[in-house]
C-alpha cells in the first residue's frame, strides 16, 4: 500500500502556531466553513456535482426494479456505493483505508440509518417488485471534509432526482418513459446534512519553537513527546487536507432541520470533553440550516427546468 | 412492520432489565496460552475473545513508524454469533468500521513511543451478537492490553445508550439495535478524565437530549471500569502469589 506522504513538520508547526492566534491558512475563522458550491447537471436528473473549496464530489441516482427483502416486502431499497479513485488523492489506491470505511459508513448511517429516504413509497407490488435506488458516490478532488461534500452530493442528488412513474392494473406493471409520463420525485423526510470539526491540541513545545534557536531537531523530538504539556485545545469546523492531517481527532456530526442529530461519528483520536462535543453538536445544528434550504432548492431545481422542456 | 414495545409501562425492558441497568458483564484476563495478552469479555449475551501480541518486529517493513509502535486490529465474526449461520465477508464495511475505531481509539490510549519500529496486533473475535459489539470489543482489547502489560494512560471503557420513547436507556441489547426508532450510542471514556475517545451514533436523537444520553453511557462506563479493575487487580494479585511461591 502506498504510505500517504505526511505534511512536513515545518507545515504543521506553522499551523499551529496560526491556529493559536485564531488565524486558518486559507483566512477563514475557526468556526467558518468553506463556500459550498453544488452544480446539477441539465443533461439528467439526479446528478449533483459539489464543491468546497477544491474538494469534489459528484454524487449520482439511478433506479431499478428489483424484488425486495423476504423480511421487508413492502419497502424498496436504498444503496449507497463509494468510489474512492486515486484520482483524489494518491492515498486511494484500491484498498480500503480506514478513511474509506469512515466515509462509507458515515454516509451510510446519515441517509440510510436514519430513513431519510421513504422507502415504503418505492413499493411497486408487495414482496414481487420495488425500486431500488442507488447513490454513486465518486470523489473527484481531495482537499478535507469529503465527507460533508459526500453527503450533501447525495441528499442533494436524491432530492432532484426523479424516478418514472409506474401504474399497476391487475398483475400488470407499466413503467412508463419520462416522455410519456411526469417522472416522479422520491419522498424525503428529512434532509440530513454533515458537519465536521477537527481538534487540535496545543503543547508548549509547539508554541516555544518560534524563538527557534535550535531549529528542527529540538522540534522532532518534541512534537512526537506525548509527555509534554498540553495548554490549548482547539476546534475548526471544514478542515482542509493539511488541517485533517494535522489534527489530532475529527468528529463527524449528521443533523437535520428537526434539530435531530442523526449520526456521530468520532473515531478515536484524541480525547474530548462532553462540554466540547455538546457545543460542537448546537453549533452544527446552526451551521447546518442554510445548507438544508440549499438541499431543498434542487427539488424545486428540478421542476423548472422540466416545465422549461 | 408492527411496532415492538420495548418498554412496558412498568418501566421494564425486554429483558426485563430497567432502564439505567447494565446486563451481566463477566470477564477474564490470561485466557489463551500462546498470546502474549488475552481476554475473554461478556456482556448479557455478546461474548468476544481478544488477543494480543506484541510488541513485535513488523511483519510489513514498510508499515513500521520510525518514532512509535503501529496497531493492527483484526476483528471476526464467527459464522456462529447469530441465530441464523451466516458467514460474512472480510469486506464487510460494518467489521472493518469496528476494527479501524478500536485501532483509532487505541492509538491514543498506547503510549506507542516507547516501542519504535514495532508492532501491535490486537485480534478480536465475537463468538456470540446480542449486540453491542463495539463496546463490548473495546473492553476486550482493554483487559487484553492490560494483560500483555503494554503501557496506557488509562483504561478505555466502552458502554452504549439509546432513547426509547422518552427515557434514556442503558446498554443495549441486539433487539433494541435493530429497531429503526431507537438511538443507538456508543462511547468510550477514559474513566480517569471522564474524557471521550469514541464516540458514535446512529439513527435520529434529538440534540438537547444528546447530554442525558451521553452522560447516561459514561455512567455505565464507569460501572464497567470497575468490574474490569477488580479483574485486573485479581489477576495481577494471583500472577504474584504465583511468583512468590
Redesign the interface.
Known amino acids: 500500500m502506498v504510505?500517504e506522504v505526511e505534511p512536513s513538520l515545518n507545515e504543521k508547526t506553522f499551523l499551529l502556531q496560526a491556529l493559536h492566534q485564531g488565524l486558518r491558512l486559507d483566512g477563514r475563522s475557526p468556526v467558518e466553513r468553506r463556500e459550498l458550491e453544488a452544480e446539477v447537471n441539465p443533461q439528467d436528473l439526479g446528478v449533483v456535482t459539489v464543491r468546497l473549496g477544491q474538494t469534489k464530489v459528484t454524487a449520482s441516482v439511478s433506479c431499478e426494479i428489483v424484488r425486495p427483502f423476504p423480511d421487508?416486502p413492502t419497502e424498496g431499497l436504498l444503496v449507497i456505493a463509494s468510489e474512492f479513485g486515486t484520482m483524489a488523492s494518491p492515498a486511494f489506491d484500491g484498498q480500503?483505508s480506514?478513511e474509506e470505511?469512515?466515509i462509507?459508513?458515515h454516509v451510510?448511517?446519515t441517509l440510510r440509518?436514519?430513513?431519510c429516504i421513504d422507502l415504503e413509497g418505492l413499493c411497486i407490488v408487495a414482496g414481487e417488485k420495488v425500486w431500488s435506488i442507488r447513490v454513486d458516490l465518486h470523489f473527484l478532488d481531495h482537499d478535507g471534509s469529503l465527507l460533508d461534500a459526500a453527503c450533501f452530493a447525495a441528499i442533494s442528488a436524491l432530492t432532484h432526482f426523479r424516478r418514472p412513474d409506474v401504474s399497476v392494473i391487475g398483475e400488470e406493471v407499466t413503467v412508463h418513459s419520462i416522455e410519456e409520463r411526469n417522472p416522479v420525485p422520491l419522498g424525503i423526510h428529512h434532509y440530513p446534512i454533515c458537519i465536521t470539526f477537527a481538534f487540535f491540541e496545543l503543547r508548549e513545545a509547539t508554541l516555544n519553537n518560534t524563538s527557534g534557536g535550535e531549529g528542527g531537531s529540538g522540534g522532532a523530538a518534541t512534537a512526537?513527546?506525548?509527555t509534554a504539556e498540553v495548554i490549548q485545545q482547539l476546534c475548526v469546523v471544514d478542515p482542509t487536507l493539511l488541517e485533517e492531517q494535522a489534527c489530532k481527532?475529527r468528529?463527524s456530526v449528521s443533523?437535520?432541520s428537526?434539530?435531530?442529530?442523526?449520526?456521530?461519528?468520532?473515531?478515536?483520536?484524541?480525547?474530548?470533553?462532553?462540554d466540547l462535543?455538546?457545543e460542537c453538536?448546537?453549533h452544527a445544528?446552526k451551521m447546518a440550516r442554510p445548507l438544508i434550504t440549499k438541499a431543498k432548492s434542487f427539488a424545486t431545481s428540478a421542476t423548472a427546468k422540466k416545465a422549461t422542456k | 412492520m408492527s411496532r415492538q414495545e420495548l418498554l412496558s409501562p412498568e418501566g421494564l425492558r425486554i429483558d426485563g432489565r430497567r432502564a439505567n441497568e447494565l446486563r451481566r458483564t463477566v470477564c477474564k484476563q490470561s485466557v489463551l496460552g500462546k498470546a502474549d495478552g488475552s481476554a475473554y469479555y461478556e456482556q448479557g449475551n455478546t461474548k468476544v475473545l481478544a488477543a494480543v501480541y506484541g510488541p513485535r518486529e513488523p511483519r510489513i517493513k514498510s508499515a513500521a513508524s520510525f518514532d512509535r509502535a503501529t496497531i493492527r486490529v483484526e476483528f471476526n465474526v464467527a459464522p456462529f454469533s447469530t441465530s441464523e449461520r451466516r458467514k460474512r465477508n472480510r469486506g464487510d464495511k460494518r467489521i472493518l468500521e469496528i476494527a479501524s475505531a478500536i485501532k483509532q481509539t487505541f492509538e491514543a490510549a498506547i503510549i506507542s513511543t516507547v516501542f519504535p519500529r514495532s508492532q501491535i496486533d490486537i485480534y478480536l473475535h465475537l463468538l456470540q451478537d446480542d449486540g453491542g459489539n463495539a463496546q463490548a470489543c473495546i473492553n476486550a482489547t482493554t483487559l487484553a492490553l492490560i494483560d500483555a502489560g503494554i503501557p496506557m494512560t488509562d483504561y478505555i471503557c466502552a458502554c452504549s445508550a439509546g432513547f426509547i420513547d422518552e427515557t434514556p436507556v442503558l446498554d443495549l441489547n441486539q433487539v433494541e439495535e435493530a429497531s429503526f426508532e431507537t438511538p443507538d450510542l456508543t462511547i468510550a471514556i477514559m474513566p480517569r478524565s471522564g474524557k471521550v475517545t469514541l464516540l458514535q451514533m446512529e439513527s435520529r436523537l434529538q440534540v438537547d437530549r444528546l447530554e442525558d444520553t451521553m452522560a447516561l453511557a459514561s455512567e455505565g462506563c464507569k460501572q464497567i471500569h470497575t468490574i474490569m479493575d477488580e479483574v485486573v487487580r485479581e489477576n495481577t494479585q494471583d500472577l504474584v502469589t504465583k511468583y512468590g511461591d
Open positions: 504510505r421487508r480500503r480506514d470505511v469512515f462509507a459508513r451510510d448511517k440509518r436514519s430513513r512526537a513527546d506525548p481527532g468528529m443533523i437535520n428537526h434539530h435531530e442529530i442523526c449520526a456521530i461519528s468520532k473515531a478515536g483520536g484524541m480525547p474530548l470533553d462532553h462535543i455538546i453538536s448546537k445544528l
